[in-house]
């Protein structure tokens, strides 16, 4: 059925005569941007129907351009997680009091699948904090070791915004703790004053697919008060009796808990859309410009997906958040195609998975159908289609990541007022390619209100400014692909992306697999030079398993243990390399 409608389409596009044209004009445009933001693909959420028929799309306009599909027929397909589901079997026993699960109670994501039978630890909000002048402890004089511990949600600083103790209280952190404090497992609670509803959150994948080895579940306060009974407690006087004395708790109650976890990954199939013009040069032919957008979005929307209407379900069509930068891509390659000038070979992809954390482009980059170290520049498209007609701001990022770029884009600039930035790591795909030490070029026409919501329809793009972006582009790319040398690569920035809190205290210097995709611990992607990683001996593609004998699962463990570390201080780094384990001594 697949290869029917792809086949479909490209008769459909090349039944007409005139199979392309090259020249960059505005139906052209509004026909890629109104199909693949068109309610019928519903969002093209990664790995759904609207994902491939998008997919298929973008094959067949690659083929009718004369393009070399790569791959199989320009599909470069992955499986990744991209939702959580409650699955047969899970159970809760308070004594012999059985409780209904996504009712009474609901595991999370990362929750491990087993069953647990133990005592019970109230251990206040689960933190163990000693920071300078920030101290809490709600593990003082308690063994949690083979028993459940049940904790608050939050932290002792709910009403500030920048609370101190932001970083140790998420569930992922909290669950941490608990894991190496040997707890058989962890169980949340919300007090009032993290919600007045007394409601279980609801079950949603944070794009991360890695796992704790203990359950994770919550509960409603009813069930924590049934847990409380024999000591005369309740969850909402202990919220309130931690926040008057301004200090951690702990109680051991007299009753057992029972619980068996069955969370299901749902693991899906996509693909990047590559294809090929081969140079016309015997001499520069085997060097390949590469020309990429993300054609994923957010689908429905809704809890994890990263949208903005937090509240709100309803088809999020990207007409921006990528059907522009896709279209562009579209457009060049025709142009491309059409002119056959290009000495250089040039590669279009359209990459899947970016909204799940540049899966698709990491994917490309992991097994590209032409080695990185022969790919001699980059340029993704980025939501291009909302220009401002007044400021006529255009962002371009990446551009200190060649010595020549910067000049390049002066020269050529038709009259934009360039926003230019010189770092070659960013939020979209073209940092899979920086990180492989090639020159990027990520254009777009930024961020807007109507940005990761159901708002971002085809008929609010400014086409006549996309049409402008698109034709400074294709000077850029004419020039980059026919120059007689190679730009010059230049490290521009630090390859290690920040953290959204920015409180690291000190960093290894690594760019970290955000997307969990490794299961034996933290996949590095990349190790900037003279940083404290590299210094110690650190490669790409090394796993990190431990640091300094604690464990590390993920990013989120990793993250965890750095916050804990001193700048100045030695640490030991266990890593997987090539399956074999590594000890490295690293001084931060």
């Known amino acids: 059925m697949k290869n029917f409608v792809f086949a479909a389409l490209v ?6 005569g005139v199979k392309f044209d090259k020249e960059i004009t505005l139906d052209d445009i509004k026909e890629n941007i109104n199909y693949l933001a068109s309610d019928s693909l519903k969002g093209r959420k990664s790995g759904d129907e609207g994902d491939l028929l998008a997919a298929q799309f973008i094959a067949a306009k690659f083929e009718a351009a004369g393009l070399q ?62 920071r300078d002048s920030l101290q809490w402890d709600d593990f003082e004089n308690v063994d949690v070791s083979g028993k459940w511990i049940l904790v608050l949600q939050g932290d002792p600083d709910l ?188 590669l279009f992809v359209a990459f899947a998975a970016e909204e799940m954390g540049l899966i698709g482009s990491k994917e490309f980059t992991a097994k590209p159908p032409v080695e990185t170290d022969k790919m001699v520049g980059m ?8 220009l401002d007609d007044e400021s006529k701001t255009l962002s371009i990022g990446g551009t200190q990541t060649s ?33 492989q030490n090639i020159p990027v070029f990520f254009i777009s026409t930024g961020a807007h209100p109507d940005y990761h919501t159901p708002q971002d329809d085809a008929e609010l793009i400014n086409y006549e400014g996309a049409q402008k972006v698109m034709e400074y582009s294709a000077a850029l790319v004419d020039d ?36 969990g995709v490794e299961k034996r611990g933290m996949r590095v992607d990349a190790v900037s030079k003279d940083k404290p990683a590299y210094k110690g001996g650190m490669k790409n593609g090394d796993i990190i398993i431990a640091i300094d004998g604690k464990k590390v699962g993920n990013i989120y463990e990793y993250m965890e243990r750095l916050n804990n570390m001193e700048a100045g201080q030695t640490i030991s780094v266990d890593v997987l390399r090539d399956d074999k384990k590594v000890v490295l001594i690293v001084q931060l």
């Open 11 to 16: 008769i459909l596009l090349t039944s007409c």
């Open 69 to 130: 599909l790569l791959y199989d027929n320009g599909f470069q397909e992955f499986n990744l997680v991209t939702s959580a589901e409650v699955k047969p079997g899970n159970e809760l026993f308070v004594e012999n009091t059985s409780y209904a699960v996504e009712t009474d109670f609901l595991p999370y994501a990362f929750s491990a699948n087993t069953e647990v039978e133990a005592g019970v630890v109230l251990a206040g909000y689960g933190l163990d904090v000693d």
């Open 379 to 386: 340029f993704n498209f980025d939501m291009v289609g909302r």
């Open 159 to 346: 009403d500030n915004p920048n609370s101190p103790y932001l970083e140790f209280s998420s569930e992922r952190a909290k669950a941490l703790t608990a894991s190496d404090k040997n707890a058989a497992g962890i169980i949340f609670v919300a007090g009032p004053k993290f919600s007045e509803e007394d409601e279980l959150s609801p079950l949603f994948f944070d794009k991360n697919s890695s796992r704790f080895t203990i359950p994770v579940i919550q509960v409603t306060r009813a069930v924590a008060n049934k847990l409380l009974e024999s000591e005369g407690k309740t969850i909402s006087g202990l919220e309130t009796e931690m926040l008057e004395q301004n200090s951690g708790l702990n109680i051991e109650l007299a009753t057992t808990v029972k619980a068996k976890v069955n969370i299901g990954l749902k693991e899906t199939s996509t693909r990047n859309v590559a294809a090929l013009l081969p140079g016309t040069d015997e001499n520069l032919k085997d060097e390949y410009v590469v020309l990429g957008a993300h054609f994923d979005h957010l689908g429905m929307g809704g809890p994890g997906s990263g949208s903005r209407a937090i509240d709100t379900i309803a088809i999020h069509n990207g007409a921006d958040d990528n059907a522009s930068g896709v279209s562009a891509v579209i457009q060049l390659a025709e142009k491309l195609a059409g002119e056959k000038m290009n000495k250089r070979s040039v």
């Open 403 to 435: 010595k020549e770029t910067e000049q390049l884009l002066n020269d050529l600039n038709p009259g934009f007022e360039l926003a230019l930035s010189g770092e070659g790591i960013g939020p979209s795909d073209h940092a899979s390619f920086y990180l």
């Open 480 to 515: 980059v692909v026919n120059r007689a040398e190679k730009l010059t690569f230049q490290e521009a920035g630090s390859k290690f992306q920040r953290s959204r809190g920015g409180r690291f205290k000190v960093t290894l210097g690594v760019m970290p697999d955000f997307a």
